[in-house]
């Protein structure tokens, strides 16, 4: 994962330069809504580091998006705006066993129902670096 300071959000395929844009991540080959673009509280980072004593970076966590002073749940079932970039929140991102390995961190505990959401672009457009997050 690297971090960028904007990207191009694309209809039905996800950000450009990400692994499953290209295709080529883990999951690529598993049908399912919401796999476009993944997004996480900057929130439920600090709590995994106050509370589990777990230390995971933004970028470590796999999710495209970090976000600060919303409450992501909050998205599902609705669209909002990132940038000129219209999504729509479709579910939850627990996290996974396959997070743990990649990363070597004990993170299933602590990020359980703080994992993220998963969205779905229903218009192109590109997202940058501190971009608010409007709900329509």
């Not at 209809?11 to 844009?21: K, P």
């Not at 796999?62 to 219209?86: P, Q």
Request: net charge negative.
């Amino acid at each position: 994962m690297e971090s960028v300071r904007e990207v191009r959000a694309v209809t039905g395929r996800g950000l450009e330069g990400d692994r499953y844009f290209a295709g080529s991540g883990t999951y690529s080959d598993v049908e399912g809504e919401g796999r476009e673009v993944t997004l996480i509280e900057v929130e439920a980072l600090d709590a995994l580091r106050r509370e589990y004593g777990v230390d995971l970076k933004p970028s470590e966590s796999r999710r495209n998006i970090a976000t600060e002073g919303i409450v992501l749940e909050s998205l599902i079932g609705h669209d909002f705006r990132i940038g000129s970039v219209r999504m729509r929140g479709i579910r939850s991102c627990e996290p996974c066993a396959h997070l743990v390995s990649l990363t070597g961190k004990p993170v299933l505990r602590g990020l359980v129902h703080k994992g993220g959401l998963r969205a779905e672009i229903v218009s192109d457009g590109v997202i940058s670096v501190g971009d608010p997050i409007l709900v329509s």
